[in-house]
């Protein structure tokens, strides 16, 4: 067996992690290498979900009875553990949204119904990047074409990073915002958060960050990242699906109008008019995502009680073996950084001329499970010239043996398809 310095103990990581165990096609065991798209679920979110159901189950912040009490006592727990994890100054900075796509169209609303300052208008302008998913492009394109604001992009290297040369005339003195990911969730590219947000400051624009391949895998401080907002999942780091996160500065959260209006974001309600309650809850209209944000706050003590840190380091290690064991499939290219410095756990591919989709599905008929297309990033595929990729994304619990069966499946690909 493969070994490399910085691995966590995946063995015993696995055994928290009962689809793991699962085989398919006739007995072969799922080498699960989609983890960009959707992670796994380990026992205590699993438990976590399945306790709130069987003994706390009740809607939120209305009741009196204990059972409303326990529920509520549970989600705000959540937002508490949410609030630690990303280090943020406020537990009523953390908004629940049902996932990264409605925290970025949050801010963009927020932007698009508010005053001066931060008003977007036709007199301003709104710069993201060409290789942001597509929850961080149609939400501004919207914005745009409803308010009249210009929209404009940081192109790509053909290394797969921002073209930041032109820093000075993408991001201006007309620039009310800046959105930016992170981590790409197609080129792994991890982008330089810090000249940007430089950038953006110097002009008063202000600054959301799409960390939905961020949180997952590294530890996220959102006062290091001196961002305004910033927006992440909770399916893609070990929580459940229908919940996500915004966090945004207390003070811009006190300013910026509602998007939603219904339940519980309200303070006063009358047939003229409403006034509302304080962030979060402003936020939050309606019966939220109770159980999900119970099994996010579950996900969170899980990777807490392991260590971002040690997590990055894991990722960064069978980052670096995949690149190099990749690099020894003939007709393979590598789309994006092709070292595994300043890259995430994502790996996009080309192989020859055959199709990524036929890749796929050749690679799933041996348990290996890995994504094909052009992942919510359309744009990056026009600027490199290729139809859609091969996508392998590795989380905590990847091995170096399921690299090697990658590499073998590709081998594989290669001889079916002559």
């Given at each position: 067996?493969?070994?490399?310095?910085?691995?966590?103990?995946?063995?015993?990581?696995?055994?928290?992690?009962?689809?793991?165990?699962?085989?398919?096609?006739?007995?072969?065991?799922?080498?699960?290498?989609?983890?960009?798209?959707?992670?796994?679920?380990?026992?205590?979110?699993?438990?976590?979900?399945?306790?709130?159901?069987?003994?706390?189950?009740?809607?939120?912040?209305?009741?009196?009875?204990?059972?409303?009490?326990?529920?509520?006592?549970?989600?705000?727990?959540?937002?508490?553990?949410?609030?630690?994890?990303?280090?943020?100054?406020?537990?009523?900075?953390?908004?629940?949204?049902?996932?990264?796509?409605?925290?970025?169209?949050?801010?963009?609303?927020?932007?698009?119904?508010?005053?001066?300052?931060?008003?977007?208008?036709?007199?301003?302008?709104?710069v993201i990047t060409e290789m942001e998913h597509h929850s961080n492009i149609v939400p501004w394109q919207l914005l745009a074409q409803r308010t009249g604001a210009k929209l404009k992009w940081f192109g790509l290297t053909d290394d797969g990073r921002l073209d930041l040369s032109g820093i000075e005339q993408i991001i201006t003195e007309r620039t009310k915002v800046v959105s930016f990911v992170l981590v790409s969730n197609i080129l792994g590219t991890v982008n330089p958060v810090e000249t940007i947000v430089r950038r953006a400051q110097e002009v008063g624009a202000l600054v959301v960050i799409d960390a939905s391949q961020a949180a997952p895998h590294m530890a996220l401080d959102v006062q290091a990242l001196q961002a305004d907002f910033v927006a992440f999942t909770g399916h893609k780091m070990c929580g459940p699906t229908g919940i996500g996160v915004l966090w945004g500065r207390q003070e811009l959260l006190e300013d910026l109008p509602p998007f939603l209006g219904g339940g519980e974001m309200i303070e006063t309600v009358s047939m003229s008019s409403s006034t509302y309650a304080p962030a979060p809850h402003k936020f939050e209209a309606g019966t939220p995502p109770i159980a999900q944000a119970v099994g996010l706050g579950a996900a969170v003590d899980y990777l807490s009680s392991i260590g971002m840190d040690r997590i990055a380091a894991h990722e960064h290690a069978i980052t670096e073996y995949a690149v190099s064991r990749l690099r020894e499939v003939p007709d393979l290219r590598i789309i994006g950084p092709a070292t595994a410095e300043d890259r995430g756990a994502a790996i996009s591919f080309t192989l020859g001329d055959i199709h990524p989709h036929d890749v796929g599905q050749v690679l799933d008929e041996q348990g290996i499970a890995v994504r094909v297309g052009h992942h919510c990033a359309r744009p990056v595929c026009l600027r490199y010239g290729i139809p859609a990729t091969t996508r392998a994304s590795f989380y905590l619990y990847s091995t170096p043996a399921e690299v090697d069966a990658l590499v073998e499946g590709l081998e594989y690909v290669r001889n079916f398809f002559g």
């Open positions: 067996m493969t070994q490399l310095p910085g691995l966590l103990d995946t063995e015993a990581i696995r055994k928290d992690f009962p689809l793991l165990d699962r085989t398919v096609h006739d007995g072969k065991k799922v080498v699960y290498l989609d983890n960009a798209a959707t992670s796994q679920k380990p026992n205590q979110v699993l438990d976590a979900l399945n306790d709130y159901y069987v003994r706390h189950n009740a809607n939120v912040h209305r009741g009196v009875h204990v059972l409303a009490e326990e529920a509520t006592a549970l989600y705000e727990g959540a937002r508490d553990k949410v609030a630690a994890f990303v280090n943020a100054p406020s537990r009523d900075e953390v908004i629940f949204t049902k996932n990264a796509s409605e925290s970025l169209n949050l801010v963009a609303n927020m932007l698009g119904w508010a005053d001066e300052p931060y008003r977007v208008d036709d007199q301003t302008e709104i």
